[in-house]
């Protein structure tokens, strides 16, 4: 009894990662459209070399990059020269890009040359609102500390970022702000934040008609475009993606970074790259659509197929180990009050936290296994809950009359305790699947799919029909789970309960 | 001596209340045993110190002349009948699954149980049509009759009953007592009576035992009790029941 909550959770895991967990060369990308690009790039370039290759799109900020590369979860992703010396390598002063690289082999990992652009760091306005302050460069900022700053976070945290910026210019705001990248554009645009951050290759600058303010201190380091790899990855696919090197400049990335925008197709944005090169080297070989983008029922089915599968074998493994952990916790005493404890202080992790503790966690790290586990803990609670306090509420009399009979403590768990206790475990399930539907969508922030994949991209491309395409259906899912779930307490309370 | 159930010394404390102490008893076979008192006088604390759901502080209970230990006492719950106020009855089963609960989980033929059933029914009066409804849909005396039947279903030699019609109407009370006694005489059943009702004691019990705080008071027929009060706290108690049946 005492291991079994354990002895239930890691075969299930095992068998779940097994077959939702294929072995192709597997790109990261950053939460952020040029990064989406960038790996649709590297997809095709792979794929065309005959390798079999998964994106997975939006995985998180560096450090959650970096880590899975590191461990293995992911083999490529796209990466900027500042960011590796500054948050990778935690180094103050500039590396030069040679010293850079020594330092990233030693981690066993290599790096491309450069891409051909620079995507740096800008702090960007609204160009009217600068105009009308006379505001032209960083330093000027100083002269109006009253402009609302709305920063993302990564910014606002990175060694090369807001606080030594503010330093080295001496910049005084009286208020700065952390927001979403992409949502930061909505609240330039409605006046509630007049200076954000954003890359110099940002397609929204030119469409949101901003302004770069210049860094007259030159602040910003250089930030070039490389691919990052594992020298795990074999030497034809490294060759491949090295085909890549200095051919994307800053125009042509801005170009690529809008039309992903404008499409909200980053695959069909990355095809746009290739279209001059493909049309000479295949002599015009005529490519179906489809080769560039699923169409949206298709999408959507993949999307809803994963999202099931998320919610589904999380809600499986909650039960599994939850009933009898209720059972256990409905005895009371010590133990009874650490399971429920334990279950309630998992609820109240928020689950981006939730997530965010157990990436670096060995077994799990970047992966569906994690999503799963993190649905599983959050899937808990209710199932205990509802278990201990059904089977406590059975009352003293009917209690003691199965004992007064001589029952076994088996029999009366089976046939007397549960069936009375099975509207409120059922309750207690429901509710679960209901909360797992509703967090799955949770599970694309670390590239385990579903309908958070949609609403993620959505979000980022600040694009409201995307966000809907995944938002909506999660609804109706959470509907139909709750419906469905009605269905089967007719069929599982025993008719007795019912009258 | 032919008693089934001894009693010796027995006592039994609630935290620092003694709920009976130092309690010697014997129920004879084949007679009705009546435990009467006021509220709290550790009537029922008895019947539940001897189907095992307290456990003594001190004293022995012997069923049978074997002394009850938690290693005897599911063989012992299974010779043993116990129906309470509320009866008991598990919502989720039928009136016959409640019944043959406990010979099903024996592995009792088919046959045996279904004979043994329609006996049952015809000693409590039961209508066999009404065997598959649920205890919802049942009245409080239908579910008092069924209780009854469950708790006879595998013949026991000692039934023990907790204020089975404490919570009826007075009509269905009264066919009750009646069906009660004939069914006690027609078994030649021993049984152990909790009731705080003097007149249900007198027309049901053989012996009467009268307790109060936790000891026994005085054992004896109605006519013992009335005619020679062992103390102030009998004549009183006598004349208090007595008032209000006059009334």
Request: charged letters at 20%; glycine letters at 10%.
């Amino acid at each position: 009894m005492r291991l079994l909550p354990f002895s239930c959770v890691l075969p299930f895991l095992i068998f779940i990662s097994g077959f939702l967990y294929a072995e192709p060369v597997v790109i990261g990308s950053k939460k952020f459209t040029e990064s989406y690009v960038l790996g649709e790039i590297a997809k095709r370039r792979l794929s065309d070399a005959g390798f079999s290759a998964d994106h997975r799109q939006g995985m998180g900020g560096t450090i959650i990059l970096w880590e899975a590369l590191r461990t293995g979860q992911i083999d490529v992703y796209p990466e900027y020269t500042g960011t590796i010396a500054q948050e990778i390598l935690k180094r103050s002063e500039p590396l030069t890009f040679e010293q850079a690289a020594n330092e990233l082999r030693k981690a066993g990992i290599g790096m491309t040359e450069p891409l051909g652009f620079n995507n740096t760091y800008a702090l960007v306005m609204r160009r009217n609102r600068a105009n009308a302050l006379g505001v032209r460069t960083i330093s000027d900022l100083q002269k109006h500390p009253e402009l609302k700053i709305g920063l993302t976070h990564e910014f606002l945290d990175r060694q090369d970022g807001w606080r030594p910026l503010a330093q080295q210019y001496q910049l005084n705001p009286r208020s700065v702000l952390g927001i979403d990248h992409a949502l930061g554009y909505a609240a330039l645009n409605n006046g509630s934040v007049d200076v954000k951050d954003a890359y110099s290759t940002d397609a929204k600058i030119s469409e949101n008609n901003l302004v770069v303010l210049e860094d007259d201190q030159r602040f910003f380091p250089q930030y070039q475009a490389v691919f990052l790899f594992r020298f795990a990855l074999s030497e034809e696919a490294v060759t491949a993606l090295r085909k890549l090197e200095g051919t994307i400049d800053e125009e042509r990335m801005t170009r690529l970074n809008a039309e992903a925008e404008r499409t909200k197709n980053y695959t069909r944005a990355a095809s746009l790259y290739f279209e001059p090169e493909a049309a000479s080297a295949l002599g015009g070989r005529v490519r179906s659509t489809s080769a560039f983008g699923e169409d949206f029922p298709h999408k959507l089915a993949r999307w809803t197929v994963r999202h099931l599968e998320l919610a589904g074998f999380s809600l499986l493994l909650s039960i599994v180990v939850g009933v009898p952990l209720g059972i256990w916790a409905s005895r009371g005493r010590a133990i009874g009050h650490a399971i429920l404890g334990f279950t309630g202080v998992v609820q109240t992790i928020p689950s981006l936290a939730l997530l965010a503790l157990l990436v670096p966690l060995p077994f799990f790290g970047i992966s569906v296994r994690t999503a799963i586990a993190a649905l599983f803990l959050y899937g808990l609670l209710p199932i205990v809950r509802n278990t201990a306090t059904g089977l406590q509420d059975i009352p003293r009399g009917l209690r003691e009359s199965a004992v007064a009979l001589g029952l076994s403590a088996r029999a009366s768990l089976w046939q007397i305790y549960l069936p009375m206790a099975s509207r409120s475990i059922l309750g207690g399930i429901k509710t679960s699947a209901v909360i797992n539907v509703g967090t799955a969508t949770l599970a694309a922030l670390i590239g385990a799919g579903g309908l958070g994949e949609p609403i993620l991209s959505g979000l980022n491309l600040n694009d409201h029909a995307t966000i809907l395409q995944g938002a909506i259906p999660a609804a109706i899912l959470a509907l139909l789970v709750q419906w469905f779930f009605d269905l089967l307490d007719r069929i599982l309370i025993p008719k007795g309960l019912r009258l | 001596m032919n008693a089934l159930v001894q009693l010796l010394g027995v006592s039994k404390t609630f935290g620092d209340a003694p709920a009976v102490h130092t309690i010697d008893l014997s129920v004879g076979r084949g007679k009705t045993m009546v435990l009467i008192g006021p509220s709290g006088c550790g009537k029922s604390t008895l019947l539940r110190l001897i189907i095992g759901l307290l456990e003594s502080d001190s004293g022995e209970i012997r069923f049978d002349g074997t002394q009850l230990r938690a290693d005897n006492i599911d063989f012992v719950r299974r010779r043993v009948g116990y129906v309470i106020q509320e009866g008991g009855l598990f919502p989720h089963l039928t009136a016959r699954g409640n019944i043959l609960l406990m010979a099903r989980h024996l592995g009792r033929g088919q046959n045996e149980m279904l004979a043994r059933l329609g006996d049952l029914c015809g000693l409590t009066r039961f209508p066999e049509n009404l065997l598959g409804r649920y205890p919802l849909e049942l009245s409080g005396g239908q579910r008092q009759r069924v209780s009854l039947m469950r708790a006879l279903m595998l013949s026991p030699e000692l039934l023990l009953l907790d204020e089975p019609l404490g919570a009826l109407d007075p009509l269905v009370r009264a066919a009750l007592q009646k069906d009660l006694k004939e069914i006690f005489a027609r078994l030649q059943q021993t049984a152990l009576l909790v009731t705080h009702d003097l007149a249900e004691a007198a027309y049901l019990g053989d012996e009467i035992v009268l307790m109060n705080e936790g000891r026994i008071v005085q054992q004896g027929s109605l006519v013992d009790l009335r005619e020679r009060p062992a103390n102030n706290f009998v004549s009183d108690f006598i004349n208090a029941q007595q008032s209000l049946t006059v009334i």
